[in-house]
């Protein structure tokens, strides 16, 4: 049976096994099921990476889905902010998604901050072992900073918007991730870099 998340379960509830498993639908799919859990500072190039990814599976064939941090706080997520246990509550509730999607299947390609090492290995530990890809996109402060696409540093600067990662709330890199990429480099190249990684680890095959 699956990680709990550290959650109590009913006693009075009991799993009920189904006789297709995700092996079957594997291999319908021609490909196995797995996350790539994009983790980095807001401006890093999560998004961009994640999406230019899933293009390049979806052209081959590859069934995938792509769960994203501002679209899932406009939905799934509506009820959370920034404080530690929101994002805490946040990614939870997206490894949930993730695993349940990963049962049917798919790639799933992630991209949250996920600051926090502790909540980045409960998802881990969830997951079926070397489905969970952690993919660190690593852009200096700075970087990140200077791209500031929606202006959230500028106000984060300005003491308008408090806990914004980097600035007054914590990230922690990943130590051992399962790439580590600079931010900085084409995105064709890193989605090259991904594509090689998914063909090495037999998740998909050229
Ligand atoms: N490899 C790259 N080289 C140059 N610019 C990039 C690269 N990747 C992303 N960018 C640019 O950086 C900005 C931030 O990218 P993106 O939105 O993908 O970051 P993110 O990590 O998803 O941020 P957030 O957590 O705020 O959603 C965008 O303007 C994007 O075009
Ligand atoms: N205080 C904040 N810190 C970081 N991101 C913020 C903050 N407020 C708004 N945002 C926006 O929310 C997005 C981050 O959401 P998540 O990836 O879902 O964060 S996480 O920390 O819980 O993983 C960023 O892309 C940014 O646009």
């Known amino acids: 049976m699956a990680a709990d998340a550290g959650l109590p379960l009913n006693e009075n509830v009991v799993w009920h096994p189904h006789p297709v498993t995700r092996q079957d639908r594997e291999a319908l799919h021609k490909h196995q099921g797995a996350v790539l859990w994009f983790t980095g500072l807001s401006g890093s ?7 230019a990814l899933e293009q390049a599976l979806h052209q081959r064939g590859v069934s995938t889905y792509l769960l994203d941090g501002d679209n899932v706080r406009h939905g799934l997520c ?32 992630t991209a949250f901050i996920s600051p926090h090492r502790a909540e980045r290995q409960l998802v881990r530990d969830m997951l079926p072992a070397g489905r969970f890809i952690e993919v660190f996109v690593d852009t200096p402060l700075a970087v990140c900073e200077a791209r500031d696409p929606k202006g959230l540093y500028q106000k984060a600067r300005a003491g308008e918007l408090r806990n914004f990662t980097g600035i007054d ?18 995105v064709t190249n890193l989605t090259g870099r991904l594509l090689d990684l998914l063909d090495e680890r037999v998740i998909i095959e050229s």
Do not use: C, W
């Not at 190039?45 to 999406?51: E, P, Q, V, W, Y």
């Open 78 to 109: 509506r009820d959370l902010g920034f404080s530690d246990d929101d994002r805490r509550e946040n990614i939870r509730r997206v490894g949930e998604v993730a695993r349940l999607m990963v049962d049917a299947g798919l790639i799933v390609l």
């Open 169 to 186: 709330a914590v990230y922690e890199a990943p130590q051992r991730p399962d790439l580590h990429l600079d931010g900085e480099q084409l």
């Open 45 to 51: 190039g999560k998004s961009t990476l994640a999406g």
